[in-house]
């Protein structure tokens, strides 16, 4: 089945630095979902990109689907506390019949050192 | 509510009982999706309704695990004879469009 490879595991990083994740997957995709994941919630939609080459932005977030539509990264910019928690890339390759479940990443745990 | 629900939050079984786990989906979505997140790994999927049927079931990891939903809203997930290695949150979505998937908070099985 697919695989998607997500990178980094884990960042410790300091407030205010800019952060960069991004996923690779053996097989294409026809959308990347970026989710942040807070401990005890379940995920929450940050990004969607639905076409190779889309850049788009949600604040301080910015996220590309990459052209070969295997690929996609996730950038934050002037990081704050609020920003912690873990980060998952999800793809889906569907049809006009239907749709594939995600296929998540195992995520990249944001850790933010005052 | 506004988002997606699910009960109960917490749910500590003895190996070998059954158990449920419901799912309320976002009012008016069509599509509803069941996932199984285990202690630090990423989401995998379990099962996939479009209105009552589920066209993918590719995910479900055995003959004990099973769905259904009824009047295109709620679902169930059953597990039977449930297993140690069943522990995990089992999180549920929904989407109207099926691009866009909205989580509920999840499950918390515990099986002793």
């Known amino acids: 089945g697919q695989q998607l490879n997500q990178s980094p595991q884990s960042m410790f990083i300091q407030e205010g630095e800019d952060v960069s994740m991004n996923c690779t997957s053996s097989s294409i995709f026809n959308t990347w979902l970026w989710y942040k994941q807070d401990p005890g919630e379940g995920p929450v939609l940050l990004i969607a990109l639905y076409k190779a080459g889309e850049l788009t932005s949600n604040g301080r977030l910015t996220a590309q689907f990459g052209i070969t539509r295997k690929d996609s990264f996730l950038n934050i910019s002037a990081s704050i506390p609020s920003d912690v928690g873990i980060y998952f890339c999800?793809?889906?390759?569907?049809?006009?019949?239907?749709?594939?479940?995600?296929?998540f990443g195992k995520g990249t745990h944001l850790i933010i050192q005052p | 509510g506004a988002g997606v629900s699910q009960s109960p939050s917490n749910k500590v079984t003895e190996k070998g009982k059954d158990v449920e786990l419901r799912c309320d989906p976002i009012?008016?979505?069509?599509?509803l999706y069941w996932y199984r997140q285990s202690l630090g790994q990423g989401l995998e999927f379990l099962i996939y309704?479009?209105?009552?049927?589920?066209?993918?079931k590719s995910g479900l990891p055995s003959d004990r695990f099973s769905a259904e939903r009824t009047g295109g809203s709620v679902s169930t997930l059953t597990i039977q004879r449930t297993q140690q290695e069943d522990s995990a949150v089992y999180l549920c979505?929904?989407?109207?469009?099926?691009?866009?998937?909205?989580f509920g908070p999840g499950t918390r099985l515990t099986v002793l």
């Open positions: 999800a793809g889906q390759l569907f049809t006009g019949g239907g749709a594939d479940g995600l296929t």
């Open positions: 979505a929904s989407s109207f469009n099926i691009r866009k998937q909205f």
């Open positions: 009012s008016g979505h069509t599509a």
């Open positions: 309704f479009q209105g009552n049927s589920a066209p993918d």
